[in-house]
Each structure stands twice: as C-alpha cells, then as structure tokens.
C-alpha cells in the first residue's frame, strides 16, 4: 500500500516563476492538506482539500493556490515565486470525518528559488 | 497567529542518557501530538494525547498533555544513535479536529553520541 507520494522530489526555479507541486494521497484517503515548512521550522498549514474544494486555509497570500481532482489527488500552486518561498513543501492526506492526529505526510517537495 | 514555542532547539547526548522536550502556547489545545522527522522524510506520529493531564508512553517515549491544556513534554530513555532527527510538537485547537490542520512547534534537533 503506497502512502502519500509527492512529486517531484525536487525543484529550483527563480524569483516570478510560477510552479506547481504534485501530491497523491495514501490509498482511502479522500482529502489532502498541504503545509510548508522553511528550513529550521516546523511545517506551516497553507490549505486543505475535499471534495474539489478548498475546506480550510492557514494565513497564505493568494499567490498559493490549489486544486483537487477527481481521483482525490491534488496540486499546488504558487504564483509570482519569492525567495522566501524557498522551503519544504509537504502534503498530508486523511480520510475525511478523521481526527488529525490520522494526518499521513509524504516526503516533500523540496522548492529552491533562485 | 497561534505559536507553539518548542524547546530545547537542539540537543546532543550521550548513548543511553533520557532527554527532555517541551512544548508551551499561549492558547488552549484539545489535542497534543508528537512527531518525528528525519531527513528528507515528513513527519511520522509518535505520540498522540487527547485530555489535559493525561500520561502516554510508547516504547521509550513518554508524553504528557498538560493540566492546563497549553502544554505538554516529550521524555526518550536510554537513548539511541537512532533517536537522531527533529522531534516536533504539534497542537490542535477546539473545532478542527478533523480540518487537516495543526500548528507545529520550531522543532528539537536531537543528536546522540554513541
């Protein structure tokens, strides 16, 4: 059984550029959230997903945009890239109606801007 | 917004010593989870605590959710070389139990000497 798999692994873009971030959630798992995480920081909640739609949203400019699919994976986007973007970009999935302490992270996307 | 503060920052012990962890905020939790992280990985849960004052161990690791609800410490004994990584706390607030949200601490770096 796969958990959740992110993709890809790695990425280094410059300042402006416009990136999108791939996550599949671990199988039975219908919604996905994504948190980042700077370097020497604990992970930050950016949003979650179900149902196609965003559900919840950490303190984020717009810049960071998302999307769920029919299949319950989902992306994430970030617009008009920042230096201080730069971080590790996780995704966690949970069945939806499940306590959070049942979150399943992937292994990250690890975003150099340049 | 809603800060954990996580401390120590870092640690480096001996093979075989106990080490301590805490976490503190200024809001109220309804749930406290521990988590570790090792390099290049997500978060893996160790611990998850769900009443104010409650005791919990797994394995080595004990936890406690303080009786104030805005605490709570992590205690490994006998420490292992394979111990190393960051420990994190996490918290989760009245009303989002299921929202894919936490709040992490800053995260404890522990090393330890063989």
């Known amino acids: 059984d796969a958990g959740v798999t992110q993709s890809p692994t790695h990425l280094i873009k410059t300042r402006g550029q416009q990136v999108t971030l791939r996550c599949s959630p671990k199988?039975?798992?219908?919604?996905v959230s994504w948190y980042q995480q700077a370097l020497g920081q604990g992970p930050q909640f950016i949003f979650q997903y179900y149902e196609e739609e965003e559900r919840q949203r950490g303190n984020f400019p717009d810049r960071f945009s998302g999307h769920q699919f029919p299949n319950y994976s989902s992306e994430l986007n970030v617009n008009a890239l920042l230096l201080g973007d730069s971080a590790l970009y996780l995704c966690?999935?949970?069945?939806?109606?499940?306590?959070?302490?049942?979150?399943?992270f992937g292994s990250g996307t690890q975003l150099s801007v340049l | 917004g809603q800060q954990l503060n996580q401390s120590p920052q870092s640690m480096f012990i001996q093979e075989g010593e106990d080490v301590s962890m805490n976490c503190t905020s200024s809001?109220?939790?309804?749930?406290w989870l521990w988590y570790k992280q090792d390099p290049g990985e997500g978060p893996v849960l160790l611990i998850a605590l769900y009443k104010a004052g409650e005791l919990t161990s797994n394995g080595r690791l004990t936890a406690q959710f303080g009786i104030t609800r805005k605490d709570s410490f992590l205690n490994i004994s006998a420490s292992i070389p394979s111990d190393v990584g960051i420990y994190f706390c996490a918290g989760q607030t009245p009303g989002s139990s299921n929202t894919g949200k936490l709040i992490f601490g800053q995260g404890t770096t522990l090393q330890v000497k063989p």
């Open positions: 966690a999935s949970l069945p939806r109606g499940l306590s959070n302490e049942k979150l399943f």
């Open positions: 809001s109220i939790f309804n749930t």
């Open positions: 199988s039975g798992h219908d919604t």
